[in-house]
């Protein structure tokens, strides 16, 4: 009953995942769907995530709490139903492993403990505020390797199918079909994604359920939880004959091989032994019994262990140079994330924000951009400029490391500043007519101006720092190959925790900045470019602009007498 | 539908299709060759030719549901471009994520206005299609141009961002624009209709058909970094000619094109022909740009068009028809 049970639900939450993935996407609004609630599910991740960024983060809690108190009612049943890592090692285990299996390699059963030590080794990192997301939760692991490997793979083939086939829709008159876009995102670090999940799939071949029996730290925690746990196995003294039945056939070893004793922070409530013999043992509610339950083996030198290695990975971490000012890469975060040591210890680089950002822009870091950085979000222009009109990350973000902004509020919280580099611009350095920074910049922050170099009057890009939100459209765009002639740095970025990006006193400050520099094309600028160039002197008010270029005879971008 | 109906339609189809086509006979190849020698050579030795005969371009005030039916009406029905069964592309503008009030865009009236009477007229797919800069579900989405045409069956929008949708074209008398791809569709299209906005560019001047057509190719940075720009937007027309040019200047960006938001003013007036040049140039005339009053042969591109004889820019050569 309870087996069956179980294996509907799990199936049933494995489709859910997979649906609330593929439905988190930017068009249209589907992000107000809260497709990412899966990732919000597990406590550990509340727990650690409040705990490294020291701030509180409600809905997140909330779900963590919900989760912890249905834990210590009906123990570890997340692992068993909900988890859908937890599901596809069933299927692996279930349907590649079990002929294949290893059988004299399987581990020793202390090593069991070894996910204890690991959770708390992550607490007390949490607590000394690091957080390294790379594998404490399932979901989250899930969901980046959908991210960086199904996905991509998934669209290039619907890409390639849609080709094949197009010649099959036009002949039977859909061919409508063939005008479908389909979009195709690109990231980098999917090896490793894709290596990390083989890596805890293929562990499959020594034991059933390895991943979960000896590492996964939200196990740990889940398994401490339930030790109370009411929903449990109850074995009845009198008809146990001690076969070993229920012992051989569970998957994660959490019955003692007498068969009469359970342990509930191993047991995932799957079933399999009651549904192996229904007269000894059945599942059920239960009052906390010793003689029947026991808990997670752990003595105090297992504690220790692990927070000496917590203490000692925290400066691992932290020790080196990524951290520091640092030419190396440009770490651009989406708009909205919260400062960046609040960033480091709350987002879990689960990379829903890289799934639904409609441009591709956002990537997940890679080493390059120091230990603690990797698969953490940042937008990479030269890929996606960040739509003007999108919030979508903000919306999914489960942990709230990016905030939600409304549209306005969008407008202030600039992610960086677009920097020309002159001499590799087209029309600064080769005075051709470009200005395709200008063409797409969603908020005027570039002005073509007319300026006198050596050669002759031309008219080139200027940024305006106080218009530009760093969104990295030009940047994109920019047709100099290999690295872009303008370029998107963090500087100038605004980043709060808490509390409006639009503060009255600056917006007023903000709007009367961007007021004055909004200048249309034909303002001209006066000196030279190559030699003694100085900076505009003077720039004329938007009203005035028509007369000056008069004055000077230039004409706008385009035109010619 | 019965079998004798469907053999019926069919032989019609075939009867179509024998008028339209030539058979590859000699004698046909004959006349053509005949035809197309007399026509290059006629090119050659004299490039003033075809710009020798006034252009027409018709220009009417009001909504685009009055004004864009009499400007075919006029062009001779939209049954002299359209044949039923044919397949139609509009190319309007919609390359950005902006409100239609913002003018960066070609209005959805219009947009569904043409479609539609290419549809009544017995098209059997309208493709509208632009190659977007920005994100294109949400170009079509913001633009309103999906929601305008969401009723009309045969009616797509196609935005081509893949490389195997675009076919690589060369000329070897073009100056700038050698080689090009251009989008694939554009081969199958019987009827090619250029349907921009009326906007200001930041590049260009002004972005009107000859501009507009950019949105068809595939690698647009190539014509700024490694070409002369005007003169290679003014070569595309080597590569791809609108059967019909209408501008909607509905509305009209005047500053800041082509993303905006700039000076918007409201003309409420179209302005269709066959010579894309012809009613680019007068288009120019509609307002003041930069708050400057220009002429066609004033944008560069405009002008090298002209030049390489693919239309009239001079206004005594473009006859102003009010509908």
Known sequence: ?561 | MGVKKKRETRRRDLHFRKDTTMKATRRNFLKTSAAAATMAIAAKTLPVVAAASKSTVYVGKGAAADIIPKIFEKLGGIGAFVKPGSRVLIKPNMSFANPPAWATTTSPEAVYTVAKLCIDAGAKRVVICDNTLRDPEQCKEKTGIAAAIKDLKEAVIFVPKSPSLFVEKSEPKAAALKQVQIVKELEKTDCFISLPVAKSHSAGGVSLNIKGMMGLVMERNKMHSDMELHRAIAEQLYYMKPHVCIVDATRALLNNGPAGPGTVAELKTFVGGVDPVAVDSFAVTLASWYGRAFEGRNVQHIKYSAELGFGNVESSMITEVAV
């Open chain 1, 1 to 561: 009953m309870l087996k069956k049970t179980r294996l509907v639900l799990q199936i049933a939450f494995v489709i859910l995942f997979t649906v609330s993935f593929f439905t988190l996407t930017r068009v249209p609004e589907a992000y107000h769907v809260p497709s990412h609630w899966f990732l919000r599910l597990n406590p550990l991740v509340s727990l650690l995530a409040s705990a490294a960024s020291r701030g509180i983060f409600p809905p997140l809690i909330l779900s963590g709490i919900t989760v912890t108190l249905l834990t210590i009612v009906f123990g570890r049943f997340f692992c068993g139903m909900l988890c859908p890592l937890g599901a596809v090692i069933d299927f692996f285990d279930r349907f590649l492993f079990k002929r294949m299996r290893i059988r004299n390699c399987r581990p020793p059963l202390w090593a069991q403990k070894i996910k204890y030590v690991m959770l708390i080794g992550l607490i007390s990192m949490a607590v000394l505020g690091s957080m390294t997301p790379l594998f404490m939760d399932p979901v989250l692991m899930m969901t980046r390797f959908f991210t960086l490997v199904i996905n991509p793979l998934a669209s290039v083939a619907a890409e390639d199918s849609k080709a094949t086939l197009t010649p099959v829709f036009n002949a039977i008159g859909l061919d409508n079909l063939s005008y479908s876009v389909i979009h195709i995102p690109l990231y980098y670090g999917g090896a490793g994604a894709a290596t990390l999940m083989i890596l805890i799939i293929g562990a499959g071949i020594f034991d059933r359920r390895f991943w979960c029996q000896y590492i996964c730290p939200s196990g740990a925690l889940l398994g401490l939880l339930s030790r109370f746990a009411i929903f449990r196995r109850r074995v009845c003294a009198d008809t146990c004959t001690s076969c070993r039945a229920c012992f051989v056939g569970c998957p994660t070893r959490a019955i003692a091989e007498d068969g009469r004793k359970t342990s509930t922070a191993e047991c995932i409530v799957c079933g399999l032994c009651t549904a192996r013999k229904k007269s000894c043992n059945s599942f059920g509610f239960a009052p906390f019994s010793r003689l029947q339950t026991c808990g997670a083996d752990l003595e105090r030198r297992h504690a220790f262990a692990g927070i000496l290695g917590g203490l000692l990975l925290v400066p691992a971490i932290r020790a080196n140079a990524s951290l520091r000012r640092s030419d190396a890469g440009r770490c651009i975060r989406p708009p909205g994330a919260i400062p960046e040591t609040e960033f480091l210890g709350r987002c879990i680089s689960c990379g829903a924000c890289m799934k639904v950002c409609p441009t591709n822009a956002i990537q997940p870091c890679t080493l390059g951009d120091g230990f603690q950085r990797v698969y953490t979000p940042k937008i990479v222009p030269r890929i996606g400029g960040c739509e003007e009109k999108c919030h979508a990350c903000g919306y999914v973000c489960p942990t709230g490391a990016l905030r939600k902004l409304s549209y306005e509020e969008k407008r202030f919280a600039k992610i960086g500043t677009a920097v020309i580099d002159r001499h590799r611009c087209l029309a600064w350095e080769q005075n051709k007519e470009c200005l395709v920074c200008d063409e797409v910049c969603p908020y005027n922050a570039i002005t073509a101006m007319i300026v006198q170099t050596t050669t002759g009057r031309f008219k080139v890009p200027v940024v305006n720092e106080d218009l530009c939100l760093g969104c990295g459209m030009c940047e994109q765009h920019c047709p100099i190959t290999d690295q872009a002639a303008i370029i998107v740095y963090r500087f100038g970025e605004n980043r709060r925790s808490t509390g409006p990006y639009i503060r009255e006193k600056d917006k007023a400050e903000i709007l009367k900045k961007r007021q004055e520099s909004d200048s249309d094309i034909g303002v001209s600028l006066e000196g030279s470019v190559r030699g003694t160039y100085e900076e505009p002197v003077s720039r004329p008010s938007t009203a005035g602009n028509h007369g000056s270029e008069k004055e000077t005879g230039d004409t706008p971008p385009g035109f010619a007498f």
